[in-house]
């Protein structure tokens, strides 16, 4: 067909010609919008497949596994990625994660303020004083967790209800009348809740919410299944009614707590980061109901990490006899401080330093098992935003410019495993890799590579200030496991598959049920433990 006549035929059906071009126009305008011109030095692109929305349609489906998923097809140190009309950018490089989190350039405050609101649902005049009071927030939570009263904290959760269980829930006799747990994540769930709960609130039961109600254990939990749709804002009231449920139950419990001044009961140890949070809400004006209100965000950060850390822990350690006979002779030579005669009808008294258990003098080969637990399974993806143009560098002459307003996701589920930092055995559980007396530690510059790749608590600013804490919590309940109980059922080859990552969440669920027996060690029956902190 001649041109004149391709005109003539257009001209005399337009909307047939218009149809179909349309589309086509569509499809090039998303592609233009979705290819953002980058600034020399900004990172290489990743387009998606499906111009415009393609990558935030992965991110729906794959949720936390997108980033492993980006990285297996494009191994790149650091990436553009296009999402609708804004940029992300992917680190999956040590070095530049290190030099994004070390920027002040880089903020994670936007996150908080964007993300809480809906996840504890507050209007918007609700939320309105949050944000002026943010920076003084953060301070406040990282001073309350360290020091004396970390130690006072980590006690209070050790010696209540972590101490009711193994003195009282696994029955102190020999080891045939032992404690079946059909379901160990489970069992740890309500665990963790209340030795978190015993540690924040105290653990008396007339001031303890969770003590004082425990169907609120299910509601957090309920709250946390449901966490994605409810940040998302995706319908939550139809598509995560339970976690709707479970979150006004824990707001209802927590106003009340809050309204009657439970956290400044001076006799009910109460820990300082509950209430030196109140203290700093009230100044700016927050009213108590709505303190609670905000507060459950505290006890579900509190736990939601713990939990499957201490799972993967106790999983990862028992499966192996070796480890456990290596670990428990550390144990024995320096954490246990005295076995006294006659605490309770007859029994002895064990109790155990958890100071010692932070001192790779005395125990690298315990510690160096739980950094393996956090390397190998924390997915965790450090966010944040950058607040104005900025320049990083990996400190080898790679430099990369970030544009202000991109978001930046730093992958852990990537160096956590990079082949390259941790050696050909990076996708398998080595209990010793971090053991400081084994070679595997390498030399200097080797081991400030895996240094910086390690981020299963973030880093910067904002690095976890809950983490040792957590880390009290679980080593001291693993330390007392180890030395007067026998864990049986669990082998390497029943080590569990993970449930996919859903996001707002750092470390996957095991999949399907883990079973195990946990009964007293032959000589520890009339044993009853403790904890102290030297
Ligand atoms: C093994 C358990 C835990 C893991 C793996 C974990 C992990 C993390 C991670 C990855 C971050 C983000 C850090 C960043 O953006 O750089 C974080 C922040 C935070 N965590 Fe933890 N966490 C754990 C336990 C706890 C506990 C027990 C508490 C409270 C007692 C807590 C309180 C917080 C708070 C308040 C923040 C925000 C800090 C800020 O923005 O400055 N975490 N945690």
């Known amino acids: 067909m001649s041109s004149t006549a391709l005109l003539t035929h257009i001209a005399s059906s337009p909307f047939t010609y218009l149809s179909l071009a349309l589309p086509i126009i569509l499809i090039l305008l998303l592609r233009h919008i979705s290819t953002p011109t980058l600034h020399p030095f900004e990172p290489p692109l990743i387009a998606p ?143 963790v809740t209340l030795a978190t709960a015993d540690g924040l609130y105290g653990p008396d039961p007339a001031t303890n919410p969770f003590r004082a109600r425990p169907s609120l254990i299910d509601d957090l939990w309920d709250f946390d299944s449901g966490l994605f749709n409810l940040i998302a804002d995706l319908f939550p009231r139809w598509l995560a009614p339970q976690a709707v449920r479970g979150r006004a139950n824990l707001q209802e419990a927590l106003g009340d707590y809050y309204e009657a001044r439970l956290d400044e009961n001076p006799d009910a140890g109460v820990s300082e980061v509950v209430r030196a949070r109140a203290a700093v809400m009230r100044a700016h004006g927050i009213v108590d109901r709505r303190i609670g209100r905000l507060e459950i965000a505290l006890v579900h950060v509190a736990a939601v990490n713990t939990l499957p850390t201490l799972f993967w822990f106790v999983v990862e350690l028992f499966a192996r006899p070796e480890a456990v006979a290596r670990a428990r002779a550390e144990v024995e030579r320096s954490v246990l401080v005295s076995t006294e005669e006659g605490a309770g009808k007859g029994g002895r008294k064990a109790t155990l330093d958890i100071t010692k258990l932070t001192d790779e003098t005395h125990t690298p080969f315990l510690i160096s098992v739980y950094r393996e637990v956090t390397r ?129 969440h750092g470390i996957p669920e095991p999949a399907g049920q883990t079973a195990v027996t946990i009964g007293r060690r032959e000589g520890w029956e009339d044993v009853k433990w403790g904890f102290t902190s030297s």
């Open 49 to 191: 497949r499906i111009p415009f929305l393609g990558h935030i349609i992965n991110l729906l489906r794959q949720q936390g596994a997108f980033y492993t998923n980006v990285y297996a097809t494009h191994p790149l140190p650091i990436a553009t990625l296009p999402m609708a009309d804004k940029r992300m950018y992917m680190l999956t490089s040590p070095a530049l994660i290190q030099a994004a989190m070390r920027s002040r350039s880089l903020s994670f405050e936007p996150f908080m303020n964007e993300f809480a609101q809906k996840m504890v649902a507050l209007t918007d005049a609700e939320w309105a004083p949050v944000p002026a009071l943010t920076p003084q927030f953060i301070k406040t939570i990282h001073a309350s967790l360290t020091g004396d009263h970390l130690a006072k904290m980590n006690l209070v959760a050790l010696n209540n209800h972590v101490a009711f269980f193994l003195n009282k829930v696994i029955p102190p006799t020999s080891f045939s009348a032992c404690l079946e747990i059909p379901d160990l994540y489970a069992h740890l769930k309500t665990l």
């Open 376 to 504: 190998k399974h924390s997915a965790n993806i450090v966010t944040r935003r950058v607040m104005e143009d900025v320049e990083i560098s990996d400190g080898e002459g790679g430099r990369c410019f970030l544009k202000k307003d991109a978001d930046v996701q730093m992958i852990a589920g990537v160096t956590h495993l990079l082949p390259e930092i941790w050696g050909a055995d990076a996708d398998e559980f080595v209990p010793d890799r971090f053991a400081a007396t084994t070679t595997t530690t390498g030399n200097n510059d080797d081991r400030k590579k895996k240094s910086a790749a390690m981020i299963p608590f973030g880093g910067g600013k904002h690095l976890c200030p809950g983490r040792n804490f957590a880390y009290a919590e679980n080593m001291g309940l693993v330390a007392a496991l180890l030395l007067g109980f026998e864990a049986k059922g669990l082998s390497v080859d029943k080590i569990p598959s993970k449930k996919p990552l859903t996001l707002g």
